[in-house]
């Protein structure tokens, strides 16, 4: 009962770098979720998708793009990689049944270091 | 502007009852939820409020009061193991997007 599955859990990258973060979910969620968290700013909603094949931008989504190929994986990508982009990113998925009162369940999260 | 207002730090002995308030001010809202986090790990969902009054689950309870854009979290008989940082988070659309506050860290010591 994996549940959300990120990867890689840490990673350190230099200014310019680009990487592909993965977020897998074993649950038959429709609705996935990308957020980043600063210290002291709680969680900001970077993109999200609503199904398959469909993607949306949240409250952050500038130098990251995403892609929801398949129902069960959400991949998060930075191109050209920035000291800002430092955070600690958690991806989340949920039932779109009445969506607004179904909980979000998050993985583990994945460490991103841009020297 | 849009915003979450909630305590940055709360300390108590064990045993004790906490309160977490938060206030909100969002361009949407369906309701608000509460979330854990230990040690910076995976949030975990606590509850949610989507109409006013209480909303009871073991020992936490959560109350929303929409006319006053308000909302708290309840903490009774505190245990070691309740330390960690607590969020609020407005639902602002249909699609269950959530708007988080910055957190609350609760320590409780012995």
Known sequence: NAGVTQTPKFRVLKTGQSMTLLCAQDMNHEYMYWYRQDPGMGLRLIHYSVGEGTTAKGEVPDGYNVSRLKKQNFLLGLESAAPSQTSVYFCASSYPTGAHNQPQHFGDGTRLSIL | ?110
Not at chain 2, 41 to 66: H, I, K, Q, V, W
Not at chain 2, 82 to 106: E, I, M, R
């Open chain 2, 1 to 110: 502007g849009q915003s979450l207002e909630q305590p940055s730090e709360v300390t108590a002995v064990e045993g004790a009852i906490v309160q977490i308030n938060c206030t909100y001010q969002t361009s949407g809202f369906y309701g608000l939820s509460w979330y854990q986090q230990h040690d910076g790990g995976a949030p975990t969902f606590l509850s949610y409020n989507g109409l006013d009054g209480l909303e009871e689950t073991g020992r936490f309870s959560s109350f929303l009061s929409r006319s006053d854009s308000y909302g708290y979290l309840l903490l009774q008989e505190l245990q070691m193991k309740d330390s960690a940082s607590y969020f609020c988070a407005v639902v602002t659309d249909s699609w269950g997007k959530l708007q988080f506050g910055a957190g609350t860290q609760v320590v409780v010591t012995p």
